[in-house]
Protein backbone atom coordinates (compact mmCIF):
# COMPACT_ATOMS: atom_id res chain seq x y z
CA UNK A 1 0.00 0.00 0.00
CA UNK A 2 1.99 3.12 -1.00
CA UNK A 3 0.05 5.53 0.21
CA UNK A 4 0.59 9.39 -0.68
CA UNK A 5 3.48 10.31 1.60
CA UNK A 6 5.62 12.27 -0.62
CA UNK A 7 3.78 11.44 -3.64
CA UNK A 8 1.94 14.75 -4.07
CA UNK A 9 2.76 18.43 -3.84
CA UNK A 10 1.10 21.89 -3.04
CA UNK A 11 1.96 23.91 -5.76
CA UNK A 12 -0.08 27.47 -4.92
CA UNK A 13 -2.77 28.63 -2.35
CA UNK A 14 -4.97 31.33 -1.94
CA UNK A 15 -7.53 32.48 0.00
CA UNK A 16 -10.33 35.38 0.47
CA UNK A 17 -10.82 37.56 4.11
CA UNK A 18 -12.90 35.55 6.23
CA UNK A 19 -15.47 37.62 7.43
CA UNK A 20 -19.35 39.17 7.09
CA UNK A 21 -19.55 39.86 3.14
CA UNK A 22 -22.52 41.24 2.56
CA UNK A 23 -21.97 42.46 -0.88
CA UNK A 24 -20.26 39.11 -2.39
CA UNK A 25 -22.03 35.95 -2.53
CA UNK A 26 -20.03 32.18 -3.03
CA UNK A 27 -19.76 32.52 -6.49
CA UNK A 28 -17.54 35.88 -5.38
CA UNK A 29 -15.62 34.32 -3.18
CA UNK A 30 -14.57 30.93 -5.07
CA UNK A 31 -13.52 32.94 -7.84
CA UNK A 32 -11.21 35.29 -6.05
CA UNK A 33 -9.56 31.93 -3.71
CA UNK A 34 -8.94 30.02 -6.95
CA UNK A 35 -8.10 33.13 -9.13
CA UNK A 36 -5.06 33.44 -6.16
CA UNK A 37 -4.10 29.89 -6.12
CA UNK A 38 -3.94 29.47 -9.62
CA UNK A 39 -2.01 32.78 -9.86
CA UNK A 40 0.30 31.66 -7.03
CA UNK A 41 1.00 28.39 -8.78
CA UNK A 42 1.38 29.98 -11.96
CA UNK A 43 -1.49 27.84 -13.71
CA UNK A 44 -4.07 28.67 -16.15
CA UNK A 45 -7.81 27.09 -15.13
CA UNK A 46 -7.62 25.52 -18.98
CA UNK A 47 -4.57 23.41 -16.72
CA UNK A 48 -7.01 21.89 -13.48
CA UNK A 49 -8.14 18.41 -14.85
CA UNK A 50 -10.32 17.73 -11.54
CA UNK A 51 -11.76 19.41 -8.59
CA UNK A 52 -13.25 18.71 -5.05
CA UNK A 53 -15.22 21.36 -3.45
CA UNK A 54 -15.84 21.67 0.09
CA UNK A 55 -19.22 22.95 0.77
CA UNK A 56 -21.74 22.55 4.13
CA UNK A 57 -24.64 23.90 3.25
CA UNK A 58 -27.17 23.74 0.59
CA UNK A 59 -27.43 27.06 0.26
CA UNK A 60 -24.09 27.96 -0.41
CA UNK A 61 -24.77 25.45 -3.41
CA UNK A 62 -25.19 22.04 -4.87
CA UNK A 63 -23.43 19.75 -7.07
CA UNK A 64 -20.61 20.00 -9.08
CA UNK A 65 -22.10 23.57 -10.96
CA UNK A 66 -21.70 24.95 -7.22
CA UNK A 67 -18.44 26.30 -8.45
CA UNK A 68 -17.76 24.98 -12.39
CA UNK A 69 -20.39 27.80 -12.91
CA UNK A 70 -18.76 30.69 -11.91
CA UNK A 71 -15.38 29.49 -12.42
CA UNK A 72 -16.65 28.56 -16.20
CA UNK A 73 -15.39 25.58 -16.11
CA UNK A 74 -16.99 23.03 -17.41
CA UNK A 75 -16.14 19.66 -19.32
CA UNK A 76 -13.95 18.09 -16.28
CA UNK A 77 -14.77 15.95 -12.58
CA UNK A 78 -15.84 18.27 -10.58
CA UNK A 79 -17.09 17.03 -6.81
CA UNK A 80 -18.78 18.84 -4.18
CA UNK A 81 -17.68 16.84 -0.64
CA UNK A 82 -19.82 17.53 2.61
CA UNK A 83 -18.63 16.18 5.89
CA UNK A 84 -19.45 18.53 8.23
CA UNK A 85 -17.00 20.93 9.20
CA UNK A 86 -14.10 19.16 7.73
CA UNK A 87 -15.34 19.19 4.66
CA UNK A 88 -12.90 21.22 3.22
CA UNK A 89 -10.34 19.28 4.35
CA UNK A 90 -11.89 15.89 2.51
CA UNK A 91 -12.01 17.81 -0.48
CA UNK A 92 -8.67 18.28 0.32
CA UNK A 93 -7.81 14.52 0.71
CA UNK A 94 -9.73 13.47 -2.03
CA UNK A 95 -7.62 15.71 -4.89
CA UNK A 96 -4.53 13.71 -3.27
CA UNK A 97 -5.58 10.51 -3.43
CA UNK A 98 -6.33 11.46 -7.24
CA UNK A 99 -2.95 12.82 -8.26
CA UNK A 100 -1.34 9.95 -5.68
CA UNK A 101 -3.33 7.72 -7.76
CA UNK A 102 -1.55 8.79 -10.74
CA UNK A 103 -5.18 9.82 -12.60
CA UNK A 104 -4.44 13.19 -12.62
CA UNK A 105 -1.72 15.92 -12.82
CA UNK A 106 -2.96 18.95 -11.95
CA UNK A 107 -6.29 19.05 -9.53
CA UNK A 108 -7.56 21.89 -7.60
CA UNK A 109 -9.61 21.95 -4.07
CA UNK A 110 -11.47 24.28 -2.45
CA UNK A 111 -14.34 25.06 0.13
CA UNK A 112 -16.23 28.24 0.10
CA UNK A 113 -19.12 29.01 2.53
CA UNK A 114 -21.59 32.03 2.47
CA UNK A 115 -22.99 31.81 5.68
CA UNK A 116 -24.52 35.39 6.13
CA UNK A 117 -27.19 36.58 4.84
CA UNK A 118 -29.16 33.48 6.08
CA UNK A 119 -31.58 35.47 8.24
CA UNK A 120 -30.32 33.72 11.65
CA UNK A 121 -28.04 34.48 14.23
CA UNK A 122 -25.33 31.43 14.52
CA UNK A 123 -25.37 28.26 12.34
CA UNK A 124 -28.45 28.41 9.99
CA UNK A 125 -30.63 24.97 10.14
CA UNK A 126 -28.72 23.15 12.85
CA UNK A 127 -32.01 22.27 13.73
CA UNK A 128 -32.70 20.12 10.77
CA UNK A 129 -29.87 17.64 11.94
CA UNK A 130 -30.70 17.34 15.58
CA UNK A 131 -32.31 13.78 16.62
CA UNK A 132 -36.06 14.22 17.46
CA UNK A 133 -35.18 13.19 21.27
CA UNK A 134 -32.97 16.31 21.76
CA UNK A 135 -33.84 18.82 23.13
CA UNK A 136 -32.75 21.90 19.94
CA UNK A 137 -28.61 22.21 21.28
CA UNK A 138 -26.67 24.64 19.71
CA UNK A 139 -23.43 24.11 18.20
CA UNK A 140 -21.97 25.89 21.94
CA UNK A 141 -24.12 24.23 23.78
CA UNK A 142 -22.85 20.59 22.41
CA UNK A 143 -19.16 21.94 23.07
CA UNK A 144 -20.11 23.32 26.33
CA UNK A 145 -20.63 19.60 27.57
CA UNK A 146 -17.14 18.83 27.34
CA UNK A 147 -15.77 22.25 29.06
CA UNK A 148 -18.27 21.15 31.82
CA UNK A 149 -16.83 17.88 32.30
CA UNK A 150 -13.40 18.90 31.95
CA UNK A 151 -14.15 21.62 34.74
CA UNK A 152 -15.31 19.07 37.04
CA UNK A 153 -12.70 15.85 36.27
CA UNK A 154 -10.07 18.35 35.18
CA UNK A 155 -10.22 21.53 37.49
CA UNK A 156 -10.37 23.72 34.77
CA UNK A 157 -12.01 27.32 34.61
CA UNK A 158 -12.39 29.70 32.04
CA UNK A 159 -9.55 31.23 32.57
CA UNK A 160 -7.94 28.06 31.23
CA UNK A 161 -10.91 28.40 28.38
CA UNK A 162 -9.67 32.64 27.68
CA UNK A 163 -5.78 31.65 27.62
CA UNK A 164 -6.85 30.36 24.21
CA UNK A 165 -9.02 33.04 22.83
CA UNK A 166 -6.42 35.50 24.10
CA UNK A 167 -3.22 34.05 22.30
CA UNK A 168 -5.91 33.25 19.34
CA UNK A 169 -6.82 36.97 18.83
CA UNK A 170 -3.62 38.22 19.18
CA UNK A 171 -2.06 36.08 16.51
CA UNK A 172 -5.86 37.24 14.33
CA UNK A 173 -4.93 40.46 14.28
CA UNK A 174 -1.65 40.26 12.77
CA UNK A 175 -3.15 38.78 9.83
CA UNK A 176 -4.70 41.12 6.92
CA UNK A 177 -7.51 38.07 6.34
CA UNK A 178 -8.92 37.62 9.50
CA UNK A 179 -12.51 38.29 10.12
CA UNK A 180 -11.33 39.86 13.84
CA UNK A 181 -8.23 41.16 13.89
CA UNK A 182 -7.99 43.08 17.41
CA UNK A 183 -6.07 41.63 20.58
CA UNK A 184 -8.26 40.86 23.39
CA UNK A 185 -7.63 40.84 26.87
CA UNK A 186 -8.38 37.91 29.55
CA UNK A 187 -10.65 40.28 31.43
CA UNK A 188 -12.85 40.90 28.18
CA UNK A 189 -12.40 36.80 27.61
CA UNK A 190 -13.73 35.96 31.19
CA UNK A 191 -15.92 38.57 31.27
CA UNK A 192 -18.04 38.43 27.67
CA UNK A 193 -21.35 37.44 28.06
CA UNK A 194 -22.12 33.67 28.48
CA UNK A 195 -23.13 32.06 25.08
CA UNK A 196 -23.51 28.33 26.71
CA UNK A 197 -22.05 28.27 30.06
CA UNK A 198 -19.48 27.66 30.77
CA UNK A 199 -18.91 28.99 27.21
CA UNK A 200 -18.87 32.91 26.41
CA UNK A 201 -18.49 35.02 23.44
CA UNK A 202 -14.69 35.26 22.97
CA UNK A 203 -15.15 30.85 23.52
CA UNK A 204 -17.20 30.83 20.34
CA UNK A 205 -16.04 31.19 16.86
CA UNK A 206 -17.96 33.90 14.35
CA UNK A 207 -20.02 32.99 11.70
CA UNK A 208 -18.37 34.07 8.82
CA UNK A 209 -18.17 33.91 4.65
CA UNK A 210 -14.94 33.35 2.96
CA UNK A 211 -13.64 30.63 0.51
CA UNK A 212 -9.93 28.97 0.02
CA UNK A 213 -8.27 27.10 -2.64
CA UNK A 214 -5.23 24.97 -3.32
CA UNK A 215 -3.47 23.69 -6.69
CA UNK A 216 -1.84 20.12 -6.13
CA UNK A 217 -0.10 18.22 -8.21
CA UNK A 218 3.30 15.61 -8.46
CA UNK A 219 6.36 17.05 -6.65
CA UNK A 220 7.72 16.28 -10.33
CA UNK A 221 5.49 19.03 -11.91
CA UNK A 222 5.99 21.73 -9.04
CA UNK A 223 9.17 21.87 -9.23
CA UNK A 224 8.36 23.48 -13.05
CA UNK A 225 5.75 25.71 -11.68
CA UNK A 226 5.89 29.51 -10.73
CA UNK A 227 7.82 28.32 -7.19
CA UNK A 228 10.24 25.99 -8.19
CA UNK A 229 11.76 23.68 -6.03
CA UNK A 230 9.85 25.67 -2.91
CA UNK A 231 6.66 23.85 -2.95
CA UNK A 232 5.01 21.94 -0.17
CA UNK A 233 4.98 18.06 0.49
CA UNK A 234 1.74 15.85 1.66
CA UNK A 235 3.12 13.83 4.17
CA UNK A 236 -0.20 12.43 5.04
CA UNK A 237 -3.81 12.58 5.76
CA UNK A 238 -5.89 10.85 8.03
CA UNK A 239 -10.19 11.06 8.33
CA UNK A 240 -12.13 9.19 10.74
CA UNK A 241 -15.61 9.56 11.78
CA UNK A 242 -17.41 8.78 14.58
CA UNK A 243 -21.33 8.65 16.30
CA UNK A 244 -23.29 12.17 15.51
CA UNK A 245 -24.89 11.36 18.54
CA UNK A 246 -22.57 10.67 21.43
CA UNK A 247 -24.95 12.25 23.93
CA UNK A 248 -26.75 8.55 23.46
CA UNK A 249 -23.44 6.64 23.72
CA UNK A 250 -22.41 5.17 27.00
CA UNK A 251 -18.97 5.57 28.01
CA UNK A 252 -18.53 8.33 26.16
CA UNK A 253 -16.78 10.74 28.49
CA UNK A 254 -16.46 14.46 26.56
CA UNK A 255 -12.97 14.66 27.68
CA UNK A 256 -11.73 14.49 24.17
CA UNK A 257 -12.84 13.55 20.66
CA UNK A 258 -11.99 9.59 19.59
CA UNK A 259 -12.18 10.93 16.03
CA UNK A 260 -9.03 13.37 16.30
CA UNK A 261 -7.48 10.80 18.00
CA UNK A 262 -8.00 7.91 15.23
CA UNK A 263 -7.06 10.41 12.56
CA UNK A 264 -4.25 11.50 13.63
CA UNK A 265 -3.04 8.31 14.59
CA UNK A 266 -3.73 7.31 11.25
CA UNK A 267 -1.92 10.33 9.95
CA UNK A 268 1.06 10.15 12.17
CA UNK A 269 1.60 6.24 11.03
CA UNK A 270 1.31 7.28 7.08
CA UNK A 271 3.91 10.39 7.97
CA UNK A 272 6.23 8.50 9.94
CA UNK A 273 5.36 10.75 13.38
CA UNK A 274 6.41 8.96 16.26
CA UNK A 275 6.14 12.13 18.53
CA UNK A 276 4.07 14.83 17.38
CA UNK A 277 5.09 17.68 20.23
CA UNK A 278 9.00 17.25 19.13
CA UNK A 279 8.37 16.94 14.86
CA UNK A 280 5.90 19.04 14.42
CA UNK A 281 6.86 22.68 14.04
CA UNK A 282 3.16 24.51 13.87
CA UNK A 283 0.19 23.02 13.91
CA UNK A 284 -3.48 25.20 12.60
CA UNK A 285 -6.12 23.70 14.76
CA UNK A 286 -10.42 23.69 15.11
CA UNK A 287 -11.05 25.96 17.86
CA UNK A 288 -14.31 26.30 17.00
CA UNK A 289 -14.67 26.70 20.14
CA UNK A 290 -11.65 27.10 23.15
CA UNK A 291 -12.29 24.00 24.97
CA UNK A 292 -12.31 22.13 21.39
CA UNK A 293 -8.34 23.53 21.37
CA UNK A 294 -7.65 22.74 24.71
CA UNK A 295 -8.98 19.01 23.82
CA UNK A 296 -7.18 19.17 20.65
CA UNK A 297 -3.61 19.41 22.23
CA UNK A 298 -4.79 15.73 23.78
CA UNK A 299 -6.03 14.40 21.03
CA UNK A 300 -3.67 15.16 18.91
CA UNK A 301 -0.96 13.67 21.39
CA UNK A 302 1.14 17.30 21.99
CA UNK A 303 0.32 16.49 25.60
CA UNK A 304 -1.41 13.68 27.71
CA UNK A 305 -4.88 13.54 28.84
CA UNK A 306 -5.82 16.58 31.43
CA UNK A 307 -3.00 18.76 30.19
CA UNK A 308 -4.39 20.50 27.83
CA UNK A 309 -5.03 23.38 30.07
CA UNK A 310 -1.54 23.95 30.86
CA UNK A 311 -0.38 23.44 27.94
CA UNK A 312 -1.54 26.84 26.57
CA UNK A 313 -0.78 28.15 29.85
CA UNK A 314 2.79 27.15 29.69
CA UNK A 315 2.83 28.85 26.44
CA UNK A 316 3.98 25.46 24.87
CA UNK A 317 1.43 26.66 21.93
CA UNK A 318 2.28 30.69 22.01
CA UNK A 319 3.76 31.49 18.59
CA UNK A 320 7.30 31.63 19.81
CA UNK A 321 6.96 28.15 21.60
CA UNK A 322 7.94 24.99 20.86
CA UNK A 323 4.96 23.95 18.85
CA UNK A 324 2.85 26.77 17.76
CA UNK A 325 -1.03 25.86 17.33
CA UNK A 326 -2.87 28.48 15.51
CA UNK A 327 -0.08 31.43 14.51
CA UNK A 328 -3.09 32.20 11.86
CA UNK A 329 -5.58 33.18 14.75
CA UNK A 330 -7.82 30.49 13.68
CA UNK A 331 -11.46 30.07 13.76
CA UNK A 332 -11.12 32.45 16.99
CA UNK A 333 -10.03 35.00 14.58
CA UNK A 334 -11.19 34.30 10.93
CA UNK A 335 -14.48 32.63 11.92
CA UNK A 336 -15.75 29.44 10.74
CA UNK A 337 -17.19 29.41 6.62
CA UNK A 338 -17.68 25.79 7.16
CA UNK A 339 -16.82 24.43 3.99
CA UNK A 340 -13.96 26.74 3.44
CA UNK A 341 -12.16 25.94 6.73
CA UNK A 342 -10.06 22.95 5.79
CA UNK A 343 -8.64 24.31 2.88
CA UNK A 344 -7.65 27.75 4.61
CA UNK A 345 -6.36 25.69 7.26
CA UNK A 346 -3.76 24.06 4.43
CA UNK A 347 -3.21 27.05 3.02
CA UNK A 348 -1.85 29.00 6.19
CA UNK A 349 0.35 26.15 7.38
CA UNK A 350 1.85 25.70 3.39
CA UNK A 351 2.59 29.60 3.87
CA UNK A 352 4.15 28.92 6.92
CA UNK A 353 6.60 26.22 5.99
CA UNK A 354 7.73 28.50 2.81
CA UNK A 355 8.25 30.95 4.86
CA UNK A 356 5.89 32.89 3.86
CA UNK A 357 3.05 33.54 6.33
CA UNK A 358 0.57 36.37 5.91
CA UNK A 359 -0.19 36.49 9.33
CA UNK A 360 2.63 35.90 12.53
CA UNK A 361 5.45 33.72 10.47
CA UNK A 362 6.78 30.91 12.50
CA UNK A 363 10.57 30.53 13.05
CA UNK A 364 11.79 27.97 10.59
CA UNK A 365 9.26 25.51 10.34
CA UNK A 366 9.77 22.01 8.33
CA UNK A 367 6.71 20.01 9.36
CA UNK A 368 2.99 21.50 10.02
CA UNK A 369 -0.34 19.76 10.93
CA UNK A 370 -3.81 21.11 9.77
CA UNK A 371 -6.97 19.17 11.88
CA UNK A 372 -10.22 19.46 11.06
CA UNK A 373 -13.39 18.51 13.53
CA UNK A 374 -17.00 18.36 12.24
CA UNK A 375 -20.31 17.76 14.02
CA UNK A 376 -20.33 17.19 17.72
CA UNK A 377 -17.17 15.52 17.41
CA UNK A 378 -18.28 13.25 14.76
CA UNK A 379 -16.05 13.42 11.89
CA UNK A 380 -11.90 14.66 12.40
CA UNK A 381 -9.35 15.34 9.49
CA UNK A 382 -5.84 15.63 10.02
CA UNK A 383 -2.98 16.65 7.20
CA UNK A 384 0.36 16.47 7.67
CA UNK A 385 2.35 18.91 5.29
CA UNK A 386 6.35 19.62 4.74
CA UNK A 387 8.92 21.60 3.19
CA UNK A 388 10.05 20.52 0.17
CA UNK A 389 13.53 19.75 1.96
CA UNK A 390 11.72 16.94 3.84
CA UNK A 391 11.11 14.75 0.40
CA UNK B 1 -57.74 34.24 7.47
CA UNK B 2 -56.75 30.95 9.43
CA UNK B 3 -55.75 31.64 12.73
CA UNK B 4 -52.09 31.56 13.41
CA UNK B 5 -50.77 29.44 16.57
CA UNK B 6 -49.95 31.86 19.16
CA UNK B 7 -47.31 29.48 20.75
CA UNK B 8 -43.94 27.78 18.82
CA UNK B 9 -44.93 24.18 18.09
CA UNK B 10 -41.80 23.86 15.97
CA UNK B 11 -40.05 21.80 18.70
CA UNK B 12 -42.32 19.35 19.77
CA UNK B 13 -41.75 15.75 18.68
CA UNK B 14 -44.36 13.83 15.85
CA UNK B 15 -44.62 10.62 17.30
CA UNK B 16 -43.93 8.13 14.18
CA UNK B 17 -44.24 4.10 14.14
CA UNK B 18 -40.31 3.59 16.33
CA UNK B 19 -41.59 6.06 19.03
CA UNK B 20 -45.32 6.31 19.64
CA UNK B 21 -45.21 4.51 22.36
CA UNK B 22 -42.45 6.66 24.08
CA UNK B 23 -44.57 9.47 23.80
CA UNK B 24 -47.89 7.36 24.69
CA UNK B 25 -46.15 6.18 27.84
CA UNK B 26 -44.85 9.73 28.34
CA UNK B 27 -48.12 11.16 28.70
CA UNK B 28 -49.01 8.38 30.95
CA UNK B 29 -46.08 9.62 33.16
CA UNK B 30 -44.10 6.60 32.20
CA UNK B 31 -40.35 7.35 31.18
CA UNK B 32 -40.29 3.84 28.46
CA UNK B 33 -36.75 3.07 27.21
CA UNK B 34 -36.05 -0.30 24.74
CA UNK B 35 -34.86 -3.50 26.30
CA UNK B 36 -32.48 -6.02 23.59
CA UNK B 37 -34.26 -9.55 24.19
CA UNK B 38 -30.86 -10.75 22.72
CA UNK B 39 -28.30 -9.41 24.04
CA UNK B 40 -30.16 -8.30 27.62
CA UNK B 41 -28.66 -4.92 27.02
CA UNK B 42 -30.94 -1.27 27.71
CA UNK B 43 -30.75 1.53 24.87
CA UNK B 44 -32.21 4.57 23.90
CA UNK B 45 -33.04 6.20 21.90
CA UNK B 46 -35.59 4.18 21.10
CA UNK B 47 -35.79 2.06 17.80
CA UNK B 48 -36.44 -1.53 15.93
CA UNK B 49 -32.82 -2.43 16.22
CA UNK B 50 -30.46 -2.71 19.00
CA UNK B 51 -27.52 -0.68 18.52
CA UNK B 52 -24.92 -3.16 20.28
CA UNK B 53 -25.92 -6.45 18.51
CA UNK B 54 -28.81 -5.41 15.47
CA UNK B 55 -31.36 -7.71 16.88
CA UNK B 56 -34.52 -6.65 15.76
CA UNK B 57 -36.29 -8.76 18.86
CA UNK B 58 -36.66 -5.93 21.49
CA UNK B 59 -39.38 -4.90 24.01
CA UNK B 60 -40.27 -1.69 26.37
CA UNK B 61 -39.43 -1.64 29.48
CA UNK B 62 -40.18 1.20 32.36
CA UNK B 63 -37.07 3.01 33.41
CA UNK B 64 -36.18 3.99 37.40
CA UNK B 65 -36.99 7.52 36.23
CA UNK B 66 -33.79 7.86 38.50
CA UNK B 67 -30.31 8.78 36.97
CA UNK B 68 -27.58 11.40 37.72
CA UNK B 69 -26.19 14.00 35.55
CA UNK B 70 -23.32 13.16 33.29
CA UNK B 71 -22.61 16.68 32.31
CA UNK B 72 -25.00 19.59 31.25
CA UNK B 73 -25.02 23.33 29.70
CA UNK B 74 -26.85 26.47 30.63
CA UNK B 75 -27.98 28.27 27.05
CA UNK B 76 -27.87 31.69 27.94
CA UNK B 77 -28.47 32.85 23.86
CA UNK B 78 -31.61 31.56 21.83
CA UNK B 79 -33.60 33.82 19.94
CA UNK B 80 -35.70 31.12 18.53
CA UNK B 81 -39.26 30.77 20.00
CA UNK B 82 -40.22 29.26 22.44
CA UNK B 83 -36.57 28.98 23.61
CA UNK B 84 -36.13 33.05 24.03
CA UNK B 85 -38.58 33.33 26.30
CA UNK B 86 -36.74 30.42 28.62
CA UNK B 87 -33.05 31.31 28.71
CA UNK B 88 -31.29 30.16 30.73
CA UNK B 89 -32.13 26.94 31.06
CA UNK B 90 -29.91 23.74 31.14
CA UNK B 91 -29.34 20.98 28.81
CA UNK B 92 -28.23 17.98 30.44
CA UNK B 93 -26.66 14.64 29.54
CA UNK B 94 -28.42 12.13 32.14
CA UNK B 95 -27.02 8.51 32.75
CA UNK B 96 -30.22 6.63 33.85
CA UNK B 97 -29.91 3.94 36.59
CA UNK B 98 -30.44 1.43 33.54
CA UNK B 99 -27.48 2.79 32.27
CA UNK B 100 -28.88 3.96 29.47
CA UNK B 101 -28.54 8.62 28.35
CA UNK B 102 -30.42 10.78 27.51
CA UNK B 103 -30.84 14.84 26.80
CA UNK B 104 -33.16 16.31 28.69
CA UNK B 105 -33.77 19.82 30.63
CA UNK B 106 -33.18 20.06 34.03
CA UNK B 107 -35.72 22.07 35.92
CA UNK B 108 -36.86 22.89 39.60
CA UNK B 109 -33.45 24.39 40.76
CA UNK B 110 -31.21 27.30 39.66
CA UNK B 111 -29.00 26.60 36.86
CA UNK B 112 -26.21 27.75 39.07
CA UNK B 113 -27.33 25.05 41.59
CA UNK B 114 -26.79 21.99 38.82
CA UNK B 115 -23.92 19.97 39.56
CA UNK B 116 -22.15 16.82 37.42
CA UNK B 117 -22.86 13.88 39.32
CA UNK B 118 -26.19 15.34 41.15
CA UNK B 119 -29.26 13.19 41.55
CA UNK B 120 -32.07 13.40 39.63
CA UNK B 121 -35.54 12.17 38.93
CA UNK B 122 -37.72 12.05 35.75
CA UNK B 123 -41.04 14.71 35.61
CA UNK B 124 -42.86 15.50 32.28
CA UNK B 125 -44.30 18.98 31.36
CA UNK B 126 -46.74 19.26 28.85
CA UNK B 127 -46.48 21.14 25.88
CA UNK B 128 -49.29 21.68 23.57
CA UNK B 129 -49.61 22.09 19.53
CA UNK B 130 -53.57 22.26 20.15
CA UNK B 131 -56.36 21.59 22.76
CA UNK B 132 -56.35 17.93 21.66
CA UNK B 133 -52.51 17.29 20.93
CA UNK B 134 -50.47 17.46 23.80
CA UNK B 135 -47.51 16.27 24.23
CA UNK B 136 -45.89 15.41 27.67
CA UNK B 137 -41.65 15.53 27.61
CA UNK B 138 -39.22 13.92 30.24
CA UNK B 139 -37.52 16.85 32.09
CA UNK B 140 -35.70 15.78 34.77
CA UNK B 141 -35.55 17.96 38.89
CA UNK B 142 -33.41 17.50 41.78
CA UNK B 143 -33.84 14.32 43.70
CA UNK B 144 -35.34 14.72 47.27
ZN1 LIG C 1 -28.77 -6.41 21.60
Keep these: ?391 | MPQMPKIATWHLPVPDVESATYWQGAREGKLLIKHCNACERHFFYPRAACPFCWSVDTSWRESSGRGNVYTFTVVHQNDLPPFRDRVPYVIAVIELEEGVRMTANVEGCSPDDVRCGMRVRVAFRDEARSEDDVVSLPVFRPEG
Design chain 1, 1 to 391: MPGIKDRVAIAGVGATRFTEHYEKDHEDLICEAVDEALGDAGVARGDIQAIWAGIYYQFTGLGGPAVADPLKMYGIPVTRVENYCASGMDAFRNACFAVAAGVYDIVLACGVEKITDQGSRGLPNVREGAHPFLPPASAPAMFAMSATRCFDVHGWTKEDLARVAVKNHANGAKHPKAHFRRAITMEDAVNAPEIASPLGRFDCCAVSDGAAAVVITRPEIARTMKHKDDFVVVKANGLSVETANPMYKPGFEYLGFPATQTASRAAYDEAGITDPFEQIDLAEVHDCFTITELLNYEDLGFCKKGEGAAFVRDGLSAPDGPLPVNPSGGLKSFGHPIGATGCRMITEVARQLQGRAEGVQVKDPKIGLAHNLGGPGAVSSVTILGRNDTL
